[in-house]
Every structure is written in C-alpha cells, then in structure tokens.
C-alpha cells in the first residue's frame, strides 16, 4: 500500500469512527518511581492489581531495575529513560538496581 493509499484509508477510518486519540505507553498519571541520588523515591509504593509502574531514572548515571523474585527485570537505564511494568497480582515485590544492589525498594499490589 503506498503512502498517498495509507493517508486515505486513514481519513476515511476518520470520518467513520471520529477522532482517534493516541496516548503513550504509560500515561502521565501512572505511579511513578524516581531514581535519584542512589535511592528510589518512594521506596515502598502501594498500587492495586493491573497498575503500570514507571520507573525513571533521573541519576547522571545508569541504574538497572530488578525484582527479587525474577519477575522483572529492565534494561540499562540511562539519564532520563524510563522503565514500565504492569502489577498484575496482588503481593510485595521487592527489587533492587542490578548496578548497586545497595539501591532497595518495595512495590505493595492489592487486590
């Protein structure tokens, strides 16, 4: 399908179903995690089942989010980056930075 093709099919999808609003993977209202000054802001987070957590790091240098129990794990985060996961099931979900184990905090899911 040419471009000129996808920009029709698009206008007419428009004018079926209406405007189409496009949200980010993780809205500005999720529950977030800062990473600063080698420590995670809050450290203990409660959330409900089927929250998006987002953890950004605002450190100058890398950090690497990882769950105790292996449930999650992110890649490197740089200066800025963020990291998203989905709670699924209540419990405490302990995790600490792969780069500094000393960095410690607790996510808190009910039911």
């Given at each position: 399908?040419t471009g000129f093709a996808n920009l029709r099919l698009f206008a007419c999808a428009l004018a079926v179903?209406?405007?189409?609003?496009?949200?980010?993977?993780?809205?500005?209202?999720?529950?977030?995690?800062?990473?600063?000054?080698?420590?995670?802001?809050?450290e203990t987070l409660n959330v409900k089942a089927g929250t998006t957590v987002v953890f950004e790091n605002?450190?100058?240098?890398?950090?690497?989010?990882?769950?105790?129990?292996?449930?999650?794990?992110?890649?490197?985060?740089?200066?800025?980056?963020?990291?998203?996961?989905?709670?699924?099931?209540?419990?405490?979900?302990?995790?600490?930075?792969?780069?500094?184990?000393?960095?410690?905090?607790?996510?808190?899911?009910?039911?």
């Open positions: 399908m179903c209406g405007p189409i609003l496009l949200t980010p993977a993780h809205a500005a209202d999720a529950p977030h995690v800062r990473i600063a000054n080698f420590s995670f802001e809050p605002d450190d100058d240098i890398p950090h690497l989010i990882v769950a105790d129990d292996q449930s999650f794990r992110s890649k490197a985060l740089d200066t800025g980056d963020t990291y998203a996961f989905t709670f699924s099931k209540p419990g405490d979900f302990a995790y600490f930075c792969g780069l500094h184990p000393h960095m410690q905090g607790k996510i808190t899911v009910s039911p």
